[in-house]
C-alpha cells in the first residue's frame, strides 16, 4: 500500500463503485428473501413453517448480499 494522497477522480471512483456494490446487494438480498419467503405470505402455512421460511430468507438474504459487497468491491480492487 502507497502513501500517496488519492485523487478526487479515484475518491469519486470508489465511492461510485461502494454505491454499486451496496445497492446490487439490497436489491440481491431483496429478491433472495422474496423468493424464499414469499409463500408465507401468499399461503396459509402453519405458524413454525412461516417463521422458519421468514427467518431462513432473512438469514440467505443477508448472507448474500454481504458476499455481494465483498465480491464487487474485491474485483474493483484487483482491477486496479
Not at 10 to 26: H, K
Not at 42 to 50: D, I, K, S, T
Not at 51 to 58: E, P, S
Request: overall charge positive; charged content about 20%; hydrophobic content about 55%.
Amino acid at each position: 500500500m502507497t502513501a500517496r494522497r488519492r485523487s478526487q477522480a479515484e475518491r469519486d471512483e470508489i465511492t461510485v463503485e461502494i454505491g454499486y456494490a451496496l445497492l446490487s446487494a439490497c436489491f440481491l438480498g431483496a429478491l433472495v428473501f422474496a423468493a424464499i419467503a414469499g409463500p408465507a405470505a401468499v399461503w396459509n402455512l402453519p405458524p413454525a413453517v412461516e417463521k422458519f421460511l421468514l427467518v431462513a430468507g432473512a438469514s440467505v438474504a443477508g448472507v448474500l448480499a454481504v458476499i455481494r459487497v465483498v465480491h464487487v468491491l474485491w474485483r474493483h480492487g484487483q482491477d486496479r
